[in-house]
């Protein structure tokens, strides 16, 4: 009888037992295993690839499809703000001679992009009126009040030089600055103009 009695004690202990442990596992958070989020098998799923990103445009360039932003003024000519605060740090103290060209080059290259080809001419005055607004859509890519430019209409280097233009071709502009000793074709000369005989037949 005494048996029975510790047998059915026991049987009651471990059935309390199983119960209690069924509601802790239900009221606790399901934690996984460390070894399984931090070591996964073999045969696990590799992780989702990060989405696609498009890459952020350079600083020094400009979307040609900001024209219609382009500030009005009072003579007819619309300047494109992005490209007049890019041109603002033409020749600053704090920057290397090429990144002056590199300004020059995206301007032409923001032209290029509204119009079709190359400011037209070859000259520095001819190639900064187009910029200026002299073209058929009268937007200006520089502002008129440039510390650059000269009063005769050109834009200087930061050593008061013109920038020598060598349009190539209507999709090509080479740009150079004549350098510190402010003579062109000498060793200190910024950037570099291709010689005609250098040219591909579909440069010339």
């Known amino acids: 009888m005494r048996t029975r009695r510790r047998l059915a004690v026991a049987l009651a202990a471990i059935g309390l037992g199983l119960v209690a442990l069924f509601v802790w596992e239900k009221s606790s958070p399901s934690v996984s295993p460390p070894s399984v989020l931090n070591n996964p098998g073999p045969n696990a799923s590799p992780p989702a690839p990060a989405p696609n ?23 007819g000519i619309s300047l494109l703000p992005e490209s007049a605060e890019l041109v603002a740090d033409l020749n600053h103290p704090r920057d290397a ?35 200026l607004g002299a073209n058929p859509r009268k937007l200006a890519i520089i502002p008129r009040d440039l510390a650059a430019l000269s009063p005769s209409g050109e834009l200087l280097d930061r050593w008061g030089t013109p920038f020598l233009f060598h349009p190539v071709s209507d999709e090509i502009m080479e740009v150079m600055s004549a350098g510190p000793d402010q003579i062109l074709w000498t060793p200190d000369d910024v950037g570099k103009i291709t010689p005609a005989n250098e040219q591909s037949p579909q440069e010339l």
């Open 53 to 75: 990103l498009p890459a952020a445009a350079p600083a020094t360039r400009i979307d040609p499809a900001q024209v219609r932003v382009a500030t009005s003024l009072p003579d």
């Open 97 to 131: 001679p090429d990144h002056d060209l590199e300004i020059v080059e995206n301007l032409i290259t923001t032209y290029r992009g509204i119009f079709g080809s190359n400011p037209p001419g070859g000259l520095n005055t001819e190639i900064v009126a187009a910029m």
